[in-house]
C-alpha cells in the first residue's frame, strides 16, 4: 500500500476544514481534479466566510457539509456564498456590557463629564441592538401592519371579530 503525497495548499486546506473532514484520499482527488492548488488562498479565504456564516455556527455547527461534500459542490464557482453575519444579540450585548464594565473600573473615565459621555454612547448601541434585532412581538406587529398595508386578508380571527361587530 502506497502513501499518498498530498499537496501543501490540500493540507494548509484539510487543516482549516471545520470538524466534519471525511474522505481525506477523495478529498484530495477533487483538489486536484479542478485545479485548486494554485486557488489555495483564495478556497482558504472562502472557507473563513462560510465557517462565519449562520448556517455553519448555529446549532454547534450541525448543518456543515463534509469535506468531500463541500469539495464537490464547488462553492469557489460562485454558487452560495453565504453573506458576512452580522454580530448575534447575544453579542452585541456583551460586548456592551464589556465595555461598561470597563468603563466604570477606569476612573480616568468618570472626571469631568466623560461619564455622560460614556452613558450616551451605551444608551446609543443599545438603541442600535434593539433596532438591529427587534424582538418576536415586534417582528409579529410588523409584519401585520405590513400585510395590512398590502391589502392580504386578515386572519381567520380577526376576520370574525370584525364580521361579528359588523364592521366586515
Known amino acids: 500500500m502506497?502513501?499518498?503525497?498530498?499537496?501543501?495548499?490540500f493540507l494548509k486546506f484539510w487543516k482549516?476544514?471545520?470538524?466534519?473532514?471525511?474522505?481525506?484520499?477523495?478529498?484530495?482527488?477533487?483538489?486536484?481534479?479542478?485545479?485548486l492548488e494554485a486557488r489555495t488562498d483564495e478556497i482558504i479565504a472562502l472557507l473563513a466566510r462560510y465557517c462565519e456564516s449562520d448556517q455553519w455556527r448555529d446549532l454547534g455547527g450541525q448543518y456543515v457539509p463534509n469535506s468531500y461534500k463541500w469539495l464537490g459542490g464547488q462553492?469557489?464557482?460562485?454558487?452560495?456564498?453565504?453573506?458576512?453575519?452580522?454580530?448575534?444579540?447575544?453579542?452585541?450585548?456583551?460586548?456592551?456590557?464589556?465595555?461598561?464594565?470597563?468603563?466604570?473600573?477606569?476612573?480616568?473615565?468618570?472626571?469631568?463629564?466623560?461619564?455622560k459621555a460614556v452613558e450616551d454612547e451605551w444608551a446609543e448601541l443599545?438603541?442600535?441592538?434593539?433596532?438591529?434585532?427587534?424582538?418576536?412581538?415586534?417582528?409579529?406587529?410588523?409584519?401585520a401592519r405590513q400585510e395590512a398595508k398590502a391589502g392580504m386578508p386578515l386572519p381567520n380571527k380577526l376576520w370574525k371579530m370584525q364580521w361579528a361587530k359588523g364592521l366586515k
Open 2 to 9: 502506497t502513501q499518498i503525497q498530498y499537496s501543501p495548499g
Open 16 to 35: 482549516c476544514y471545520p470538524a466534519r473532514r471525511v474522505n481525506k484520499p477523495g478529498c484530495h482527488r477533487k483538489w486536484v481534479q479542478h485545479g
Open 75 to 115: 462553492p469557489w464557482e460562485g454558487g452560495d456564498i453565504p453573506p458576512a453575519t452580522k454580530l448575534r444579540e447575544a453579542e452585541h450585548r456583551e460586548r456592551i456590557m464589556a465595555e461598561r464594565r470597563q468603563a466604570r473600573q477606569n476612573p480616568i473615565a468618570v472626571e469631568i463629564g466623560e461619564a
Open 126 to 143: 443599545e438603541r442600535k441592538v434593539a433596532e438591529a434585532f427587534p424582538s418576536p412581538s415586534q417582528q409579529r406587529a410588523e409584519r
